[in-house]
């Protein structure tokens, strides 16, 4: 399942299983490096800014070698770039820096609720919950650092399978401090308790009233678009993906989803095209597993090797720098295109860590393509008892009763899924790889 999470994690939005990174979460120090309702509109200028922002904060760090402050502010200088080249090298430095400045300052003090929620993006979740009782340590809280606190610590919770809780506490962060930021954690609920619509009404509102930055606005617009694709509105996810191009230009992950729309309106040559020419600029294995599906699909064997290979190497690039991060997305590389028994290895070892829905989703599919569909299907029963439900989780469901000869069972769950999203059994679902639901 390539679904809204992955689509998310790649903008920088959200950490795939809910951790949400928005300029607006909480105020950061030093405002001014921030700026709400306006600032770069195209990759490029933002890219120049996050690089100026970044040779700033080394010369404040330098001339303060002993304090915290100005490694945090550089920190988060470097984790903005990170959101637009997707470079893991600034992430490193950014934990190095957290590190070195938690260190510094008397406990509690400190970039606790930085360290937390750089620690989700590299899906890290000791590591955040050890910033986050830091956190909770600290004498006095500005109402958007404890509302923050909240919403990270409910961004744990979802990712460890506790959905219940998480809900409670991102309502809890939404009421303290409301804002698009904890909406959207709201919105990711609803649409993992099989409410897609839900989902869409609660972003679609709250991103009205918002004032964000060009790029996060671009970012909750593709968000719209995959909560429209979950719910099987085709043209509203077009729209939005729209939106998204005219508020941030030149952004690698606007784009994909621009050609992905073609393909969603029928016009698989020209989305084909148009998916070739970012891969061969930008090299991102998701785009490059997205036009792999479109070429097979096509019927152009030949060519989607070719570019299967690329995207291995890449996805084992990923892997070797941060493993925890791209591992689940790896392994539903290798379900769809690689090695079936590798996918299994590493969504094996992802749901060690995190059994959040997504999860669970790829490792039972991984355990149907290794002829195992007794294990899936005990992992896919564990997922709704939880409260995980979407319509891959039911899909999912399906083939594996049918390939446990329980065909009349299978049929309930395809039906479920259709409830949810008419189009749920045709192949176009598994060819939206960017919004997958």
């Known amino acids: 399942m390539k679904n809204i999470a992955l689509t998310l994690a790649a903008a920088g939005l959200l950490s795939v299983g809910g951790a949400i990174w928005l300029d607006t979460d909480r105020e950061p120090p ?39 402050l100005p490694r945090e502010v550089l920190s988060l200088g470097l984790i903005a770039r990170f959101r637009l080249t997707g470079a893991t090298a600034d992430l490193a430095e950014a934990e190095q820096l957290l590190d070195s400045a938690l260190a510094a300052a008397p406990d509690p003090a400190g970039p606790s609720l930085t360290a937390a929620q750089l620690a989700l993006m590299q899906h890290d979740l000791d590591g955040a919950e050890a910033a986050l009782a830091r956190f909770e340590r600290t004498a006095v809280k500005l109402p958007d650092e404890a509302a923050a606190g909240l919403a990270l610590s409910g961004d744990v919770a979802f990712q460890r399978g506790r959905i219940d809780e998480a809900e409670k506490l991102y309502r809890q962060a939404h009421a303290a401090s409301p804002g698009f930021g904890s909406a959207a954690r709201l919105a990711n609920v609803a649409l993992w308790r099989g409410n897609p619509g839900r989902a869409l009404a609660i972003a679609r509102q709250e991103l009205e009233k918002s004032r964000l930055t060009p790029q996060d606005r671009a970012r909750a617009a593709l968000m719209l678009a995959d909560f429209s694709y979950a719910a099987g509105q085709l043209e509203a996810a077009g729209n939005w993906t729209k939106q998204a191009e005219r508020a941030f230009t030149g952004f690698w992950l606007v784009e994909a989803y621009a050609a992905q729309r073609l393909a969603a309106a029928g016009q698989a040559d020209a989305a084909i095209a148009a998916l070739e020419r970012l891969a061969q600029r930008d090299s991102e294995p998701e785009v490059i597993d997205t036009l792999v599906g479109l070429l097979r699909h096509a019927g152009r064997e030949e060519e989607a090797g070719r570019w299967t290979r690329l995207a291995t190497r890449q996805w084992d690039a990923k892997l070797a720098e941060a493993r925890d991060a791209y591992r689940l997305h790896a392994a539903e590389h290798h379900l769809d295109f690689g090695d079936p028994a590798k996918a299994l290895a590493l969504a094996r070892e992802e749901v060690a860590k995190r059994p959040f829905g997504e999860a669970i989703e790829v490792l039972a599919s991984a355990y149907l393509a290794n002829d195992r569909p007794a294990e899936a299907l005990a992992w896919l029963e564990r997922a709704e008892r939880q409260g995980y439900r979407a319509v891959s989780l039911d899909m999912a469901r399906g083939e594996v009763l049918e390939a446990l000869g329980r065909d009349g069972e299978a049929r309930r769950y395809y039906d479920r899924a259709a409830t949810l999203n008419p189009d749920a059994a045709g192949d176009l679902r598994k060819l939206l790889r960017f919004g997958h639901y």
């Open 30 to 68: 030093q405002r001014k490096w921030v700026m709400a309702g306006y600032g770069p509109t195209s990759h490029a200028a933002a890219t120049q800014r996050a690089d100026e922002t970044i040779a700033s904060g080394r010369a404040m760090v330098e001339a303060a070698p002993g304090e915290w």
